[in-house]
């Protein structure tokens, strides 16, 4: 079975600076697909990213971008230039996309708060 | 465009009642999941479907009932409620291999 694990319970970092958010996960399977939700206070879960295993460049959307090490089996996220809006809990999730390709495996999560 | 709705998001029930949550989305969607949010927990699979008429268990399905009659909605039952199942539930579809959208969540309360 896949599992995702996010070591960072929480963490905080002020504003304008970049911080960074780990995700692990464990798997045999070959092909896969990352993705980064973002939680706010509001509940909404909230696609930030996501990466096909099969591409070996990094995403990038505007200010978040990503460190897939597929070797080490590591996805981790960048935020740069924090806002006050970024605070929320972050999930990190994995999607096989063969064989089990129907479950979606989440994290505990990274409860990130951007400081004024 | 809804999206995702879940229906209600708030209740409150006393132990040993029964209820069920309504997923409903408007995308033609065939993948849709049940998962319950715990404090520390992240989100934990609960019941999932691959397509209409079919249902399959996650990791805590224990005292919940699922079905999908229809490929637009996802019901998520409870047949005796029970304070362990307080929590706040969400529900998401997707298609195949693309990222899964969420409904609003549901805050279940159990006294």
């Known amino acids: 079975a896949q599992t995702v694990t996010q070591s960072q319970p929480e963490m905080s970092v002020q504003e304008a600076e970049t911080v960074t958010l780990s995700c692990t996960y464990d798997?045999?399977?070959?092909?896969?697909?990352l993705f980064w939700y973002k939680q706010p206070p509001s509940r909404q879960m909230i696609l930030v990213i996501r990466q096909e295993a099969y591409k070996q460049q990094n995403a990038t959307e505007n200010r978040f971008s990503v460190n897939f090490q597929k070797a080490a089996k590591s996805f981790s996220l960048k935020i740069s230039d924090s806002q006050l809006g970024d605070t929320a809990m972050y999930f990190c999730a994995f999607m096989p996309t063969q064989g089990g390709s129907e479950k979606l495996v989440f994290g505990k999560g990274t409860k990130l708060t951007v400081n004024p | 465009n809804a999206g995702v709705t879940q229906t209600p998001k708030f209740r409150v029930l006393k132990t040993g009642q029964s209820m069920t949550l309504l997923c409903a989305q408007d995308m033609n969607h065939e993948y849709m999941y049940w998962y319950r949010q715990d404090p520390g927990m992240g989100l934990r699979l609960i019941h999932y479907?691959?397509?209409?008429?079919?249902?399959a268990k996650g990791e805590v399905p224990d005292g919940y009932n699922v079905s999908r009659l229809k490929k637009q909605n996802f019901l998520l039952g409870l047949e005796s409620a029970a304070p362990s199942q307080t929590s706040v539930y969400f529900c998401a579809s997707r298609r195949e291999l693309t990222e899964a959208f969420f409904g609003q969540g549901t805050r279940l309360t159990v006294v």
């Open positions: 479907s691959v397509g209409e008429g079919t249902t």
């Open positions: 798997t045999s399977e070959s092909n896969y697909y």
